[in-house]
């Protein structure tokens, strides 16, 4: 099952590399990315979602590893940690969903998968962080910072639902 639009968004409480744990709140807006080491996408796409933190100090941007790591040793915790550690761009705390809880509440598809949450909880933008999926536009148009824009000036947010680009969740058997 996926989140709907106007829906509360569900609680997470994760850790990041660092062992401290997030939860959402805290600003006028959060974005949840679901992202993770080994996508070719999610890595190409990195600097677009390091650049909505960075532009936007007062939205909280929660990047989330929700990936089956037995499958992906890449997706460890390990992993994780060793990337931010080497890694400068990381504006934003890097999560890990070991349980898959989150990922699945969301219903989060790819990697990245992206969610705009307004002040009270509530989604107000599901999907791609852009409409260049190919990576060959050198002007995309940015979703994410038009959904951001419209919840900071409270206003409806023009393209509520993308469809998301990227690998697959790497989700464990049931």
């Known amino acids: 099952m996926s989140l709907a639009l106007g829906m509360e968004a569900p609680s997470l409480s994760l850790p990041d590399t660092d062992g401290v744990t997030h939860s959402l709140g805290g600003g006028p807006a959060t974005l ?3 992202t993770c080491n080994h996508c070719p996408y999610a890595l190409a796409w990195h600097d ?8 936007y100090p007062d939205v909280k941007v ?3 590893n929700p990936n089956d790591a037995e499958r992906y040793p890449r997706d460890s915790y390990d992993a994780m940690r060793e990337r931010v550690a080497t890694d400068g761009g990381w504006p934003m705390p890097y999560l ?8 699945r509440a969301y219903g989060a598809k790819t990697t990245p998968h992206m969610y705009v949450i307004d002040a009270q909880g509530v989604l107000r933008y599901a999907g791609a962080i ?21 919840v900071l000036s409270g206003k409806a947010v023009p393209a509520s639902t993308t469809k998301p680009y990227g690998c697959s969740v790497k989700y464990k058997a049931s």
Request: hydrophobic share 45%; aromatic share 2%; no cysteine.
């Open 48 to 55: 677009r979602i390091a650049a909505v933190a960075r532009d």
């Open 32 to 34: 949840v990315v679901f």
């Open 130 to 150: 852009d409409d260049d999926a190919r990576g060959s536009s050198k002007s995309p148009t940015n979703h994410v910072k038009a959904a951001v824009d419209a």
């Open 62 to 64: 929660l990047a989330i």
């Open 96 to 103: 890990r969903d070991e349980s898959q809880e989150v990922a």
